[in-house]
């Protein structure tokens, strides 16, 4: 698989800059892609993104995918004008430093580096800390203070400038594979069943939400309003395929043994069991993991939305979640969308998963 083909709408939501609360580049890769398939397409103060396709159908099936990623905002430019930020979403202070980045601002994208005391010039105490993040800063290479205005504004916000590589075959690293692959997934499941409408009894709502990395925010006024039976959260979970991660802690899914079913206090009993009959019917691997508690996806607003929500979760296996290099195999991703299409031709008339 050398010659692996990236999926034109994948590729371009991993290119797309959205942190938390500037959504916009990934919203308009995924109007672009998924509005043309659905049968009503709609837009919320939150900024997700709502696509509907058998509006008439039975139950009310809602898959949900988080936009949105990490970023950097500038909150202060010093008098040399060098910009310093703080964290959207939940960042590795160890990697932060050392990196290209571009800043979306009123003019257009700004690279910059991120710097702070070499090395060098650290006490040996100082090399054992891990630097807070105002001890970091952007480099902009501008004169001083008055320059820097000209060109960023307080507020901007930066991603790190780590895009789309195939390592081997269908593996990849990208800055957000969390959560553009679960976005993708939601999408590009409506689009593939929009050419088979006549298999599928639900009302299948696929929204591409805001905010997830700062609170589950978008998914809590999504699901208010979409008002599901059914739900099902696509995010990445953790492959514990690697050097230093004990499999007694943290279980044992790895990178291309296909998508994870989570079973536990997040997940409707009969919604999980239907997930996993769907994932032996489209065949390939899959995994499963066990959570006790709400998990930290969307998952956990959706399940308590309005009356309550028979929820269920995927996630896509990614190793090094939340640095500049998160690694996905693709085909995981793929073999989740076809789990997710079998799923939803599953769902029968009035049945809501109550138990």
Same mark, same amino acid.
């Given at each position: 698989?050398?010659?692996?083909?990236?999926?034109?709408?994948?590729?371009?939501?991993?290119?797309?800059?959205?942190?938390?609360?500037?959504?916009?580049?990934?919203?308009?890769?995924?109007?672009?892609?998924?509005?043309?398939?659905?049968?009503?397409?709609?837009?919320?103060?939150?900024?997700?993104?709502?696509?509907?396709?058998?509006?008439?159908?039975?139950?009310?099936?809602?898959?949900?995918?988080?936009?949105?990623?990490?970023?950097?905002?500038?909150?202060?430019?010093?008098?040399?004008?060098?910009?310093?930020?703080?964290?959207?979403?939940?960042?590795?202070?160890?990697?932060?430093?050392?990196?290209?980045?571009?800043?979306?601002?009123?003019?257009?994208?700004?690279?910059?580096?991120?710097?702070?005391?070499?090395?060098?010039?650290?006490?040996?105490?100082?090399?054992?800390?891990?630097?807070?993040?105002?001890?970091?800063?952007?480099?902009?290479?501008?004169?001083?203070?008055?320059?820097?205005?000209?060109?960023? @504004?307080?507020?901007?916000? !930066?991603?790190?400038?780590? =895009?789309?590589?195939?390592?081997? +075959?269908?593996?990849? %690293? $990208?800055? #957000?594979?969390?959560?553009?692959?679960?976005?993708?997934?939601?999408?590009?499941?409506?689009?593939?069943?929009?050419?088979?409408?006549?298999?599928?009894? @639900?009302?299948?709502?696929? !929204?591409?939400?805001?905010? =997830?990395?700062?609170?589950?925010? +978008?998914?809590?006024? %999504? $699901?208010? #309003?979409?008002?599901?039976?059914?739900?099902?959260?696509?995010?990445?979970?953790?492959?514990?395929?690697?050097?230093?991660?004990?499999?007694?802690?943290?279980?044992?899914?790895?990178?291309?043994?296909?998508?994870?079913?989570?079973?536990?206090?997040?997940?409707?009993?009969?919604?999980?069991?239907?997930?996993?009959?769907?994932?032996?019917?489209?065949?390939?691997?899959?995994?499963?993991?066990?959570?006790?508690?709400?998990?930290?996806?969307?998952?956990?607003?959706?399940?308590?939305?309005?009356?309550?929500?028979?929820?269920?979760?995927?996630?896509?296996?990614?190793?090094?979640?939340?640095?500049?290099?998160?690694?996905?195999?693709?085909?995981?991703?793929?073999?989740?969308?076809?789990?997710?299409?079998?799923?939803?031709?599953?769902?029968?008339?009035?049945?809501?998963?109550?138990?």
């Amino acid at each position: 698989m050398q010659n692996y083909q990236v999926p034109t709408f994948l590729n371009e939501l991993l290119q797309a800059k959205s942190p938390s609360g500037y959504e916009s580049e990934a919203q308009t890769v995924f109007d672009r892609h998924v509005k043309p398939a659905t049968d009503a397409y709609t837009n919320d103060p939150m900024g997700n993104r709502i696509a509907t396709l058998n509006p008439e159908g039975d139950p009310v099936l809602m898959l949900a995918g988080h936009l949105d990623e990490l970023g950097l905002i500038i909150t202060y430019i010093n008098e040399q004008g060098f910009l310093y930020f703080d964290t959207i979403g939940g960042h590795d202070l160890t990697v932060v430093s050392g990196r290209r980045v571009i800043i979306q601002t009123a003019n257009g994208p700004v690279v910059g580096v991120t710097g702070k005391r070499a090395i060098h010039l650290m006490t040996p105490e100082d090399r054992k800390k891990v630097p807070e993040k105002h001890e970091m800063w952007i480099d902009i290479a501008v004169a001083d203070k008055a320059e820097a205005h000209e060109r960023v @504004a307080l507020g901007d916000v !930066a991603t790190y400038d780590h =895009e789309l590589q195939l390592i081997n +075959g269908s593996v990849g %690293a $990208a800055r #957000a594979f969390d959560n553009k692959a679960g976005a993708y997934i939601v999408g590009e499941t409506l689009i593939r069943l929009s050419k088979e409408k006549a298999n599928l009894a @639900a009302k299948l709502v696929c !929204a591409g939400t805001s905010q =997830e990395e700062i609170g589950v925010r +978008g998914a809590t006024t %999504a $699901a208010h #309003a979409v008002n599901p039976h059914i739900a099902v959260a696509i995010d990445v979970g953790h492959a514990t395929d690697h050097p230093d991660c004990d499999n007694r802690k943290y279980g044992e899914t790895k990178l291309g043994g296909g998508p994870i079913i989570c079973r536990g206090a997040n997940i409707n009993p009969k919604i999980y069991q239907r997930l996993l009959d769907a994932a032996k019917k489209a065949g390939g691997p899959y995994q499963l993991e066990a959570d006790p508690r709400p998990t930290g996806t969307d998952a956990r607003a959706i399940q308590t939305a309005r009356g309550g929500v028979a929820t269920g979760l995927i996630s896509v296996p990614l190793r090094y979640m939340h640095t500049p290099s998160e690694m996905v195999d693709l085909e995981d991703i793929e073999r989740t969308i076809l789990l997710l299409v079998e799923f939803a031709k599953s769902l029968e008339k009035g049945d809501y998963a109550h138990w």
